[in-house]
């Protein structure tokens, strides 16, 4: 009976509780007062470095320029008194590794001094260079083969900041992580190569039109999707615990069908957890900015301000485990997973991109003058051919178990990448590829370098949910990342890929010797040339379609259906010629994220199949069985009154035996399917097997248990239900 007064002891809980007093007030600390106080920003460095560190250190945060080691001692200095006075004690170096959450050690700034007493020491050395001892961390066989130890850079160019907790604080600096050979083990180290990338075929470009910019940085602004469920049904859910996700429940009677949760008003506590969410990642600098409901029950987002992809990549992170902190004091908990819930909508992250040089210009917002738009033209088609030529990587980046159950579920992107440009742009692409022939639409032609573009709505993007990649009017939006990930991965292929056009496209136009008004000419036959090519890729219709399957089928478009058919990609001669000639990754690194991924995934499915035989077997099967006694119970008691039982309680008898015994026979099954083990180390093999046996074999369990749901009394069933944990707040 225990498992079952956990269930009711939850539904009791939620209703009884009582709002924390308030912990919010903006109207005693304004925001402006507040944003921000957490970091090591440029405004306390300009206040606390001499003007020559100062200068040495604004160079290389917004240059990209090496660092001159000997400004680090006088920084170090400066970050430790600053930290102090915030009520640190201790340090740490933030860093990002392949398992795809943040890690921290910390260290004491306390030295002893041997007379008793202490020193608070931080030297630039310690700064710049930490090494955790990181033998445990996933490197995919780098390290294994060289040496057990990592060590951790400094990453001036993402802010250094204050972790809060009640009883102290902890100065956190953003770090890479490197094996001693150099070798990335971490998400940051190639997004700060692939940034470099991007930004030097970038301007290579922008100079042909005269521009004199000398840094070029990645935008992004994530979209971030999450559940809140109420913790006591959490607790009562080892599925939730364990792996995320309901591994069990059957449909609710009322499920996202009245869509009347999307944008609605946002309950109380969720509201209360919201804002105060929102104030601890104001002190820490990241730029949330909107909130809403989403379109399944207890979903919700929050997005920010768009910034230079490295800082979006660490303030997504803190966003995540932020949410993940505050939720705890409102007794929610937050859920990252994909799809948490079967048949209700699951949630990805909007990855908003584009490209922006030193002096503030989006480089993918259409121009004003003949001259702007050429420019623009010339960075669209660059995607474009980008997004054509590597879309099998694109689909790499997102690939993970938990996405598997998203792409293409009708709720998010199909796992075929395309990219939607909407009709007026894609009019007037079409109008490049004719090279000058008269457009139907717009009953002229557009003459690249000549013409102004006509205004195009800035929403365009935005009617079409269904695609994988969207063009909304002065940006890209990459829909089909997962909630869960990391957007550092989505960031390195994106900016590799468009490096590699840019660099096609400089190469090209470099090669005619001309400029000015004599590149045009050139210009458009080029993206002329890229447009025939890259056409196929090109899709604004109804994306989640069987005709679109296979259309794009026809098109020639890679359909990687699952993680599995998809890492493959990644280790290709395509892929590793790419990422080595910009050097983002060598082949080495490629192998070891590949091999990562597919453990992953194997690990993933394999913990997901032990939860489902344990529960199944440990609390789903012994409420099915008391039933079937009670029930049993009940007809022997009819008999013995000498009542003749009515047919459709034998029935019931008889269907719950069946299906109790389907069941045992579907755990059996997983359970073979789980300690079978593919021999050899092929990891590619462990995955296939998790893939093509053990998810069925976990999908039959569900299907019973879910059927047994239905049959059991309610008072004898051990999960808090669906309907329970999605409605009642
Ligand atoms: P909507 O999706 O409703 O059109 P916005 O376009 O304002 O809303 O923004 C959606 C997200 O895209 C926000 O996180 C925003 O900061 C981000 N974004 C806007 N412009 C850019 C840009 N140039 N680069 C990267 N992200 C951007
Ligand atoms: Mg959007």
Redesign the pocket.
Known sequence: MSSVSARQAAIAAVHAWQPVGPRVNYRDTPVGELYGANVFSDEVMRERLSDKVYRALRATIRKGEPLDPEVADEVAKAMKDWAIEKGATHYTHWFLPMTGLTAEKHDSFLTPTGEGKALAEFSGKELIRGEPDASSFPSGGIRATFEARGYTAWDPTSPAFILENPNGTTLCIPTAFCSWTGEALDKKTPLLRSMDAVSKQACRLLKLFGSTASRVTA?????QEYFLIDRHFYFARPDLINAGRTLFGARPPKGQEMEDHYFGAIPERVLACMLETEMELYKLGVPV?TRHNEVAPSQYEI????ENANVATDHNMLVMETLKRVASRYGLQLLLHEKPFAGVNGSGKHL???L?DDEGN?L?KPGETPHENAQFLVFLCAVIRAVYRHADLLRVSIASAANDHRLGANEAPPAIISVFLGDMLTDIVEQIEAGGAKSAKTGGTLKIGADVLPTLPR?AG?RNRTSPFAF????FEFRAVGSSQSIAGPNVVLNTIVAESLDYIATELEKTGKTGEALNPEIQKLLQSIVKECKPILFNGDNYSEEWHKEAERRGLPNRRNTVDSLPDLISPKSIALFTRYGVFSERELHSRYEILLENYKKTIHIEGNLTASIAQRQILPAALRYQAEVAESIGELKDAGVTPPKRQLELLHDLSKTIDDLQTSIAKLNEAIAHDEPGTDTLAHARHARDVVIPAMNAVRSYADKLEGMVADDLWPLPTYQEMLFIK
Do not use: I, M, R
């Open positions: 935008t992004c602004g994530p979209e900015k997005a920010p301000v768009f908003n991109w584009s922006s989006n993918l929403d935005d909304t009017g002065n940006k």
